[in-house]
Structure formats: structure tokens, C-alpha cells
């Protein structure tokens, strides 16, 4: 059973431009969340998605989105891109609810903002 | 806001002995899930173990064992007979229902061979 595929791996952008992250969760998995992870601020909150509705969001401003589709897989988009947004980008998926803590994690995008 | 504490951000143990790994949390819920992670150099995070906190006995995976204390809201992490493919970093990690897991800042375990 393939697992989590994030694509791209890494990625360099400019302040300003914006980026488009996909992430393609293990088969039969209806819920997606994304995670930024920095040095200093750890492991953050972004969305979950589940049967392509956006279920739980967090702190993050609007420059920050996200959609799930049909076949669960996801993306996520940064507008605007700013040097704190340089981070590895963590997609997760589970079988049906964060609640059962089984979330599969890929191995990220790492995206860093010159 | 729920907010899970390590305050440990490096530990070392040397190879084959018993090391634990501390977390503290903050919650006015009574029902809740939390989980410790593993995150390898690789980056990929696996679940190591979990525990339902309506569940009074201490969750188990091996040499993965938890010590669950709910009324002082701690949830600490015990890695028996440590084996150098247990070097990473561990996020400690609460949620409660359908919500989000929010993370700890991790725990760096070095092992010493």
C-alpha cells in the first residue's frame, strides 16, 4: 500500500510569488491535514480536509488555502509568499477522523522563501 | 486553548538502557486522545503510541510504554532497551473528538552506542 506522497520534495521561491503544494493521501483515506513545521514555532495547525470540505482550520492568515478533491487528494496554496513562510509543509491523512490519532504523515515539502 | 508542554528539547541515553521522555499538557476536557510521535532524520512522523484518557491503564507497544497520570496531566513516554533506530525526535500530542492534534515542541533523543 503506497503511503503519503507530498510533491515537490523542495521547492525555492521569491517573496511575493505564491506556491502550490499537492499531497496525495494512502488509498481509502477520506481526511487530509496539512502542518507547517519551523524551528521556532514547531508544528502547526493548517486545515484538515474530509470528503472535500474543509473541517477544521487554523491560525493561519487567508494568503494560506487549501481544497481537497474528489479522490482525497489535496493541495494547498500560498499567496503572496513571505521569508517566515520557509518551512516543511507536512500533509497527513487518516482513514476517517484525527480523533483516532492514526495519522499517516508524508515526507513533506520544504519550501524556503529568498 | 489546549497546549502541550515538553520541556525537554534535547535527551540522550546510552544504547540498551531505559530512557523517558516527559509531556505536560492543558486541558478542561475530560475526553480527549493523546499520542506520542516519532520523527526520524527522514522526517517521515509515525505514530508510536496512543491512549484514550478515558482509559485508566497505561497504553503499551513493545518497548514503547506511556505513563498516563490524568489528574496531573502528564503523559510521559518510556523507550525500553533503547536501540540507536530510536534516535529522533518525539512530539508528544493531544486532541480531543473530531478537532485538530496539537503538538508538542519535541523532544531531540540522541543514542549513545
Known amino acids: 500500500k503506497a503511503g503519503v506522497t507530498q510533491t515537490p520534495r523542495y521547492l525555492i521561491k521569491t517573496r511575493g510569488q505564491q506556491v502550490t503544494l499537492s499531497c496525495s493521501p494512502i488509498?481509502?483515506?477520506?481526511?487530509v491535514s496539512w502542518y507547517q513545521q519551523t524551528p521556532g514555532q514547531g508544528l502547526q495547525f493548517l486545515f484538515e480536509?474530509?470528503?472535500?470540505?474543509?473541517?477544521n482550520k487554523g491560525n493561519f492568515p487567508g494568503r494560506f488555502s487549501g481544497r481537497q478533491f474528489s479522490n482525497s487528494r489535496s493541495e494547498m496554496n500560498v499567496s503572496t509568499l513571505e521569508l517566515g513562510d520557509s518551512a516543511l509543509y507536512l500533509c497527513?491523512?487518516?482513514?476517517?477522523?484525527?480523533?483516532?490519532?492514526?495519522?499517516?504523515f508524508g515526507e513533506g515539502s520544504r519550501l524556503t522563501v529568498l | 486553548a489546549q497546549t502541550v508542554t515538553q520541556s525537554q528539547p534535547e535527551m540522550s541515553v546510552q544504547e540498551a538502557e531505559t530512557v523517558t521522555l516527559s509531556c505536560t499538557y492543558d486541558?478542561?476536557?475530560?475526553?480527549?486522545?493523546l499520542f506520542w510521535y516519532k520523527q526520524p532524520p527522514s522526517r517521515q512522523m509515525i505514530l508510536v503510541i496512543r491512549q484514550e484518557a478515558y482509559k485508566q491503564q497505561n497504553a503499551t507497544e513493545n518497548r514503547f510504554s506511556v505513563n498516563f497520570q490524568k489528574a496531573a496531566k502528564s503523559f510521559s513516554l518510556k523507550i525500553s532497551d533503547s536501540q540507536l533506530g530510536d534516535a529522533a525526535m518525539y512530539f508528544c500530542a493531544y486532541n480531543r473528538g473530531n478537532e485538530k492534534l496539537t503538538f508538542g515542541t519535541g523532544t531531540r533523543l540522541t543514542i549513545i552506542p
Open positions: 497527513a491523512s487518516s482513514l476517517e477522523s484525527v480523533s483516532t490519532g492514526e495519522l499517516f
Open positions: 486541558t478542561s476536557e475530560s475526553d480527549y486522545y
Open positions: 488509498s481509502g483515506h477520506r481526511s
Open positions: 480536509y474530509f470528503s472535500e470540505t474543509q473541517r
